[in-house]
């Protein structure tokens, strides 16, 4: 009976046509649908300005409508930034980018970039509403470079087609870490014209200065002192005896911020009896790898010298292993003083830190880059006559309480130094803006930087910026802050790279 059925039904002449028909049809549907998978490019859009690079998950790109690059923590201010963004008229704005790595995986670059970023929307708020009308307002945008700023090219060369049109972009803040990447970018960005604001930029390589080939950035700013500032700052405070100091530094080379600590804590140690301690970091410097176990053997050499500070040369991620391993040292009777760079803002908010070990007769001092508390006064502590002032501090406190309906953290100077960046780039681009002009060119906002001074200084939360002719700080304040037990970053005092606090004219002397 089936076998007769199925004769009849497929066998006929006419249902042979029907079938021949449907199954082409089948067959070409399928095919074209492949063909025009095949011929139609992948949408890897994220965002408008803001997609997917090839190979990559990551979203990239530059926008300022308020999307979070997929980061939850930083839907909150993206979305001011959108609200703030759309109150700006055609014409009256230029604009400024925040370039930081915003989708990096490491939890504490995480807290920075959000800190950061809640820093400059801070100060873009003021600049737009509590500065006398002055112009022209100020566009804020995110510019994500990805993890371990990977794909900084990407986004420069968006950033670098953003300078015409409605975005009129003027500056590029941000630029945080001192890595490869990150100078690959400040060389391209400042070659295209673009004026630079550097945030916690710290390396002296990543820098200009005096002498042939030595203005290889140009239009680079910094508000943050150089590694070789802060090595000093650290010296004048700790009074250091360098027949019972050490250093223990990176071997890995090409990571800017490393390789110019190691340079300046070494000339600092000048005389010193012990070689440094070496370890290696891995290529990627937030993850564990082996240094524990290098560290362990370490503090088993320390203990066999008469050293009683060590300098450190190194990353975050390492520096917490070496605390960790000094904490737990067979001399355990012997106190050491661990003294490093602005990387010991993030030991607060590392759950891995051993905290035990900072009861073990061991104190950990760093120089930071800001602190809540440098400009409060406090019984016992005054405050500097010069290089900063309270009501630059309380005004920030002002500013910065509008970014977040939870209070952003301010121990790890983060917020402050990015608030500081974003102001001394808003000055920039309103005294190059020319008399009755609406916006001012380009090529103008970076040649602002030699005038930033004197009476023309930036009043920052963070002290003054009083910057010489290659864009660099003088004399900048340089808060000693102290890892406490509890994991509170506890400020010490000010110190200062030329020993005293800068002259109210604040006006750099003529060098060499």
């Avoid at 992948?42 to 308020?66: L, T």
């Avoid at 049109?165 to 060389?187: F, K, N, P, W, Y």
Wanted: aromatic share 6%; glycine share 10%; hydrophobic share 35%.
């Amino acid at each position: 009976m089936v076998s007769r059925l199925r004769a009849r039904f497929w066998y006929t002449a006419r249902q042979k046509i029907l079938t021949s028909v449907v199954a082409v049809a089948v067959v070409g549907s399928v095919a074209g649908y492949a063909v025009d998978r095949a011929l139609t490019p992948e949408d890897r859009s994220c965002a408008a300005g803001v997609e997917r690079p090839e190979g990559s998950s990551e979203c990239v790109g530059v926008n300022g409508d308020g999307y979070d690059f997929g980061v939850p923590t930083l839907t909150e201010i993206a979305g001011l930034i959108r609200t703030e963004n759309r109150t700006l008229k055609s014409g009256e704005y230029a604009t400024v980018a925040l370039l930081l790595p915003l989708t990096s995986t490491d939890s504490g670059m995480r807290e920075k970039m959000l800190y950061e970023v809640a820093g400059a929307y801070a100060r873009q708020y003021r600049a737009n509403h509590e500065s006398n009308s002055e112009t022209p307002k100020i566009r804020l945008v995110l510019a994500n470079t990805g993890k371990g700023n990977a794909h900084w090219s990407a986004t420069v060369e968006r950033l670098k087609g953003m300078t015409g049109g409605e975005d009129r972009l003027r500056a590029v803040s941000g630029v945080a870490t001192s890595s490869t990447e990150i100078r690959q970018a400040v060389a391209a960005l400042t070659g295209a014209g673009i004026a630079v604001v550097g945030t916690t930029i710290t390396a002296d390589d990543i820098a200009n200065g005096a002498g042939a080939g030595k203005n290889r950035y140009p239009g680079l700013a910094r508000v943050s002192p150089t590694n070789g500032d802060e090595a000093k700052a650290l010296a004048h405070f700790g009074k250091v005896e360098g027949a019972k100091a050490l250093l223990v530094q990176d071997t890995r080379t090409g990571d800017h911020y490393t390789d110019t600590l190691k340079a300046a804590f070494s000339a600092s140690l000048k005389g010193a009896p012990y070689e440094p301690q070496l370890f290696t970091s891995p290529p990627d410097p937030t993850e564990e790898g082996t240094t524990a176990n290098t560290f362990r053997q370490i503090t088993h050499l320390i203990c066999d010298t008469r050293a009683e500070t060590v300098f450190f040369a190194g990353r975050h991620t390492q520096l917490r292993q070496f605390i960790n391993a000094l904490g737990a040292r067979g001399c355990a009777e012997r106190p050491f003083t661990i003294l490093t760079g602005d990387e010991g803002s993030y030991l607060g908010a590392d759950a891995k830190l051993n905290r035990s070990a900072l009861k073990a007769k061991l104190t950990v001092r760093y120089a930071s880059l800001a602190h809540p508390d440098a400009w409060k006064p406090a019984p016992g502590r005054a405050v500097p006559a010069t290089g900063g002032s309270t009501a630059a501090y309380e005004t920030f406190l002002a500013d910065i309480a509008r970014a977040s309906k939870k209070p952003i953290p301010l121990a790890d100077g983060q917020a402050i130094v990015a608030y500081d960046a974003m102001a001394t780039a808003v000055h920039a681009i309103r005294q190059a803006t020319p008399q009755g002009a609406q916006y001012p060119e380009p090529a103008d906002v970076g040649t602002q930087w030699p005038q930033v001074k004197g009476s023309l200084r930036v009043e920052g939360a963070s002290g003054w910026i009083c910057l010489d002719n290659y864009g660099n700080p003088f004399n900048k304040a340089v808060p000693i802050v102290e890892l406490s037990e509890d994991g509170t970053q506890k400020f010490v005092q000010i110190a200062w790279p030329e020993r005293t606090p800068p002259k109210e004219n604040c006006l750099p002397p003529r060098r060499g």
